[in-house]
C-alpha cells in the first residue's frame, strides 16, 4: 500500500552525500527541482517584496547566512528548505517575487513561493502576506507561463514535475487569529479538510512528490513558554490542540495517496524535533531555549533591527521566534540521515 511512501524516503536516502551510503545506480532517482510552500519557517525572501512590513530583511538576521547578510530568512542563517536543497544537490531555491519574468522563465531547479506569517487558510494574516492559495496560483503561473520555455513539450514539462519535490511547511500561524488562539477540535479538521483542498490542487497542476511538515510545538516558542508558570514551560493548551492535527496529518497524506495515482509524501514531524530538542538538545550541544534574539528574555521579545544577538548562535534551539541554523541543520541531518524525524509513522495506520 505503501510502497510509494517507501520509495521516495529510499530515494532520498540514496541522494545523500556520496560519504553517507554506497549510492546503487538502479534506485538512484534525480530530483530536479525543488518548490517550497508555506510559512516563515522557510521563507527565503517573498515578504521583502510585500507591504505591510512583515519580513527580516535586516541584521542580525542572516548574521550567520553567507558572511552575515540578511536575505529575509527568519533565523541567523539557513532554513530547512536551504539544507534540503543541498542534500539534493540542488542550488538555493530563490523566493519567486525577487526574480522578474526573464528569470523566472530559466529557472528549471525550483522556485520558494513561502511567506512569513502565512496559514493554510485564506484569512491568516492575508494582508502582510501570502496566503497558500496566492502561493499556489503563483506556482500555476510557474506551470503556464514559464516553465513552457523550458520544457518544449507537454511531456516534457509533466516529467519535470512529477520528478520534481513539493516542500510544504504550513498551519501554525492558522492558530493564531489575530492574536486570539483558535484551537478547538473542529477548527483543527477544518484545517485538515483545507490544507487537503490545496495539496490536491498541486497535485493537478503537476506535483506528485510531497515533503510535508506537521506543525510546531508553538506553545514552547519563547513568546509562550515565558507567560507559563513556571517560566519557561511549554503551554499545554496550545500544544494540546496542535498535536490533535498532527496525530489526524499522515492520515490525511495516505488517504490523498489512496486518491491520487502516483501521489507520494514523505510526512515530517517537526513537532517531536523541536520537543526532543527541548528535553535532549544537550547531545547536539543546543543548551538553552530561551531565543538569542533577542538576548534576554525580559521586554517584548522581539527581535529588531540591529538588536544585538547572542553570542553563541549555536547552543541555542531558538534564533527569535524561529529555530536557528544550527536547530535547521540538525532536523536536516536527523531526517536525511537517521530517519527518526521522517520516519514512515503512518505505517502503523494501515
Ligand atoms: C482576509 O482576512 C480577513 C479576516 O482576517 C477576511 O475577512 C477576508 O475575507 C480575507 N480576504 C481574503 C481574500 O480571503
Ligand atoms: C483584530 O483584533 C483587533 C483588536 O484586538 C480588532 O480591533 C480587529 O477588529 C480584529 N480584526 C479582525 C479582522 O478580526
Ligand atoms: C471552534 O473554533 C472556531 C474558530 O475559532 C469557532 O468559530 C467555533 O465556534 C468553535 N467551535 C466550538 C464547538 O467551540
Do not use: W
Amino acid at each position: 500500500m505503501n510502497t510509494n511512501y517507501v520509495t521516495l524516503c529510499f530515494v532520498l536516502t540514496l541522494l545523500l552525500p556520496k560519504s553517507s551510503s554506497a549510492i546503487d545506480s538502479h534506485h538512484t532517482k534525480h530530483i530536479p527541482a525543488l518548490y517550497v510552500f508555506g510559512d516563515s519557517f522557510i521563507d527565503c525572501g517573498n515578504n521583502n517584496h510585500l507591504p505591510g512590513g512583515g519580513n527580516v530583511n535586516f541584521l542580525p538576521y542572516g548574521i550567520d547566512y553567507m558572511g552575515g547578510k540578511p536575505t529575509g530568512r527568519f533565523t541567523n542563517g539557513k532554513t530547512v528548505a536551504d539544507f534540503l536543497a543541498l542534500h539534493l544537490g540542488l542550488p538555493f531555491v530563490p523566493p519567486y517575487l525577487a526574480l522578474n519574468n526573464h528569470q523566472r522563465n530559466k529557472i528549471r531547479t525550483g522556485i520558494n513561493y513561502g511567506s512569513g506569517g502565512s496559514g493554510v487558510l485564506s484569512d491568516t494574516n492575508n494582508m502582510t502576506s501570502l496566503t497558500l492559495n496566492k502561493q499556489i496560483e503563483f506556482f500555476h503561473r510557474t506551470v503556464k507561463h514559464n516553465l513552457p520555455k523550458l520544457f518544449n513539450n507537454k511531456q516534457k514539462l509533466e516529467k519535470h514535475l512529477s520528478e520534481s519535490l513539493f516542500f510544504v511547511s504550513t498551519g501554525v500561524n492558522d492558530y493564531f487569529h489575530n492574536g486570539t488562539f483558535r484551537g478547538n477540535k473542529t477548527f483543527a479538521l477544518y484545517l485538515l479538510t483545507e490544507i487537503t483542498l490545496r495539496i490536491q490542487k498541486m497535485y493537478t497542476l503537476g506535483a506528485r512528490n510531497f515533503f510535508v511538515n506537521n506543525i510546531p510545538p508553538a506553545g514552547c516558542f519563547p513568546s509562550k513558554a515565558i507567560h507559563t508558570e513556571p517560566r519557561g514551560n511549554c503551554n499545554e493548551k496550545i500544544n494540546k490542540a496542535i498535536s490533535f492535527y498532527n496525530r489526524r496529518l499522515p492520515a490525511v497524506l495516505f488517504e490523498l495517496q489512496s486518491q491520487l495515482p502516483d501521489f507520494t509524501f514523505m510526512h515530517s514531524d517537526l513537532y517531536k524535533f523541536i520537543m526532543e530538542m527541548r528535553k535532549n538538545g544537550k547531545i547536539y550541544g543546543i543548551m538553552e531555549t530561551p531565543p538569542c534574539c533577542p538576548n534576554t528574555i525580559y521586554g517584548d521579545l522581539k527581535c529588531h533591527p540591529n538588536t544585538i544577538p547572542c553570542p553563541n548562535r549555536n547552543t541555542h534551539l531558538f534564533f527569535d521566534e524561529h529555530p536557528t541554523q544550527i536547530s535547521n541543520q540538525i532536523f536536516a541531518r536527523r531526517c536525511f540521515y537517521e530517519e527518526t524525524i521522517c520516519k514512515p509513522l503512518g505505517l502503523k495506520l494501515l
